[in-house]
């Protein structure tokens, strides 16, 4: 018995037997944000370099340079923190001055060490960042109108508050070990090839713990994983169990207490505790933190990319500065590296798009 033939025009091919899986789709290594933004740095620290040798100097520029980008990288990751459960923290250089403030009246009025006085700060931005999320979390009204009303309400009650304690809106005492601290060297302290470079300032021990701390809650720790749940999809989240209200909470106590030790740092680098300490943290808050990989959206965060995001930000600013750019031409630059730095999800997605495509 002959099995039976399909009619004409109605031919079907034989299957072919299964292919085996396929490699794992790669972007190529160029495509990668942290890749891209060392090569960067190094790239433009190199022609700075060349173009003005001074830019090289360890004590008058690179010392001062790496303890200002020691100090805005905790301002990213600040942000980062807030934009990994998909909120924003409009309020971060009003809650350093907050934190700050605290710190200085421990020394000036209190008499407190050099570390209980930190403490004192980190206690202050960590309550007034957990403030924020609470009232987030219970009235479910955005982030970005909350943190703006923090912002003009501490605005206002941190001015108050150094215009009655102090006499000259700052206070000037300076506990023992903070004049080494802003001043002296990693050099000063320790031996070694990193530590023996005069470059690189003792504040950058809190950004590395900080760096440290935070790649290890989102890489290592179930609650990590949760926060950034809950900036990716809060209904999941919230149908997977996870106390995203909570989490919430938390996630803008943690950017609190970031922003209070961005305070203290500053505070640090210019010897004084003072209301205006912050005014300068938005744009580089959001700079570092969106340069590095971290979406905006929430969910995606990146603390090397903080870091390496802060840095090229960094150099770009004293670069132009040494070229003798002004300081509105400088913004116009800044801003224009923030809008390409928003759009360089859109690019990875699209090449992303166009090799799965070919592979196809």
């Known amino acids: 018995m002959t099995p039976p033939v399909a009619p004409p025009g109605l031919e079907t091919e034989t299957a072919a037997p299964p292919a085996g899986p396929r490699a794992p789709h790669k972007l190529p290594f160029w495509v990668n944000q942290r890749l891209g933004l060392l ?11 060349i173009l003005r040798p001074a830019f090289l100097d360890e004590r008058l520029v690179l010392f001062p340079l790496l303890r200002d980008i020691a100090t805005l990288t905790v301002v990213a990751l600040a942000q980062m923190v807030a934009l990994s459960v998909g909120h924003m923290n409009l309020a971060v250089g009003r809650m350093a ?13 209190l008499g407190l060490p050099l570390p209980l006085g930190l403490l004192l700060c ?19 009204v955005s982030s970005f109108v909350v943190t703006l009303a923090m912002d003009f309400a501490l605005m206002g009650l941190v001015s108050l508050l150094y215009s009655s304690l102090t006499e000259n809106a700052a206070f000037t005492t300076r506990p023992s070990g903070l004049t080494e601290l ?19 300032p003792q504040m950058i021990q809190f950004t590395v713990l900080a760096l440290a701390g935070l790649g290890f809650l989102y890489g290592c720790t179930r609650l990590g994983r949760e926060l950034l749940l809950t900036g990716a999809n809060p209904a999941a989240a919230e149908l997977s169990g996870i106390p995203t209200g909570r989490r919430i909470v938390l996630a803008h106590a943690l950017s609190g207490l970031l922003a209070a030790l961005a305070g203290f740092m500053a505070a ?38 903080a870091l390496l995001g802060t840095s090229l930000v960094g150099v770009i600013r004293k670069g132009l500065d040494l070229l003798g750019v002004g300081l509105e031409s400088l913004n116009i ?7 390409l730095a928003l759009s360089a999800d859109r690019v990875r997605s699209v090449v992303s798009y166009r090799k799965v495509v070919r592979s196809t």
Request: glycine content about 18%; hydrophobic content about 55%.
């Open 39 to 49: 090569v960067l740095v190094l790239a433009l620290s190199t022609l700075f370099g």
């Open 97 to 109: 001055a907050f934190g700050a403030l605290f710190a200085g009246f421990g020394y000036d009025r």
């Open 122 to 140: 980190l206690l202050a931005g960590a309550a007034i960042g957990a403030l924020a999320g609470w009232i987030i979390a219970r009235t479910g």
């Open 182 to 200: 802003r001043s002296y060297s990693l050099a000063d302290i320790c031996a070694g090839p990193v530590c023996g470079s005069p470059a690189v």
């Open 268 to 305: 640090v680098g210019t010897g004084t505790f003072r209301a205006s300490i912050g005014d300068d943290f938005m744009l580089p808050s959001f700079l570092g933190a969106v340069l590095g990989g971290t979406l905006l959206t929430g969910g995606v965060v990146s603390v090397i990319g």
């Open 333 to 339: 630059y800044l801003g224009c590296v923030l809008l």
